[in-house]
């Protein structure tokens, strides 16, 4: 019997696909995302996608050539991760078009080769790079360019920073969730921002705006069965959870908690990061308990810390206690168990 047991690095397939399948899935899967994206941030969505996918594809390439190793860009999980970076970026990065290579550079070498490629990595490379760039570039990464389909009012939600309209920006639905947590906006405003949220039409990433967009792409994963929903019931029950409790708490101050689902990366990060099958456990159990503390430290940060979104560092959280929590919910060795 051991003589049919392959070991090998995660992800662990089961079924009738290749990583490149697995891979395409999700690309597919992401793109209503990528779509809404170019609807509403038009070129600028398109540039910072493109720029990521290629210096992603064209990084791990070099490390490849420098390791000597067999080339890889054909699993496509370098574009993938070019493709899940540029969501995660806000559109202002399309005027900072280098600063989206360093992020990709920075995923591929930093956070995937280092570690020894595809399989081998601790955390999520976009997310890492995500993380790297907003500490290294905050202004620009927490710039929000108002969508090209939005009539700008003249209220104090917008800032006008110059006299071209492709400078317009605009606060987050999460942003103002914070300042009202703080009782300097009213919560009333945020919570009318939900119907927005759905459609995509508020300030925000590129590929975090849209909810039904994520719905779309979401469905798709589940047909193929691409993705085990584990993770992504886990992560937003226990948001929801948490959000509920703040708002049931005090109304006046915290915001409706299916605006939490609905505004910024929580479905992103729920169906399309945390479900990444490297940088997950391996078991059912572990699956669950992943998820909730996903789920648990995004609304902390959302709700208690000083930063409005807490996605990326709840997955590198939970990326790092990923070995434990295998280790804590081991899976059934081959042979079933020691009866004694």
């Not at 070129?43 to 000597?68: F, H, K, P, Q, Y």
């Not at 955390?123 to 969508?147: D, E, H, K, Q």
């Amino acid at each position: 019997m051991l003589e049919n047991i392959s070991v090998s690095p995660s992800p662990h397939i089961s079924k009738s696909h290749s990583t490149r399948s697995i891979m395409l899935d999700v690309i597919i899967g992401l793109v209503p995302a990528m779509a809404m994206a170019c609807w509403f941030f038009r070129g600028r969505a398109a540039i910072v996608i493109g720029v990521c996918v290629v210096s992603c594809v064209l990084t791990e390439w070099v490390c490849n050539l420098i390791r000597e190793k067999k080339n890889s860009i054909d699993d496509l999980s370098a574009a993938l991760t070019g493709v899940i970076l540029a969501l995660s970026l806000p559109p202002a990065v399309a005027d900072h078009w280098w600063l989206a290579v360093i992020g990709s550079v920075f995923a591929i070498a930093i956070g995937k080769m280092v570690f020894g490629g595809l399989g081998s990595n601790t955390f999520n490379p976009a997310m890492a790079a995500r993380a790297f760039l907003t500490a290294s570039f905050g202004a620009i990464m927490t710039t929000w360019a108002v969508p090209a389909t939005y009539v700008v009012p003249l209220t104090d939600s917008v800032v006008i920073s110059a006299a071209n309209s492709d400078a317009i920006s605009q606060a987050t639905p999460l942003a103002w969730s914070k300042e009202a947590i703080k009782g300097k906006a009213d919560v009333a405003v945020t919570n009318d921002m939900f119907a927005a949220t759905m459609i995509g039409e508020v300030g925000g990433c590129l590929g975090e705006t849209s909810a039904i967009a994520m719905v779309i792409g979401v469905v798709y994963l589940l047909i193929r069965k691409t993705i085990a929903i584990h993770i992504p019931l886990a992560v937003l029950i226990s948001a929801f959870v948490f959000a509920y409790i703040g708002w049931l708490a005090n109304p006046e101050r915290y915001v409706r908690p299916w605006l939490h689902l609905t505004g910024g990366g929580m479905l992103f990060c729920a169906f399309f990061i945390a479900t990444d099958p490297v940088t997950a456990p391996l078991t059912t159990k572990g699956m669950w308990m992943f998820g909730i503390g996903v789920g648990a430290l995004i609304m902390l940060i959302r709700m208690v810390g000083e930063y409005p979104e807490g996605i990326m560092y709840a997955i590198l959280i939970m990326n790092a206690l990923t070995p434990m929590l295998d280790r804590f919910c081991k899976l059934v060795p081959a042979g079933g168990k020691d009866n004694e």
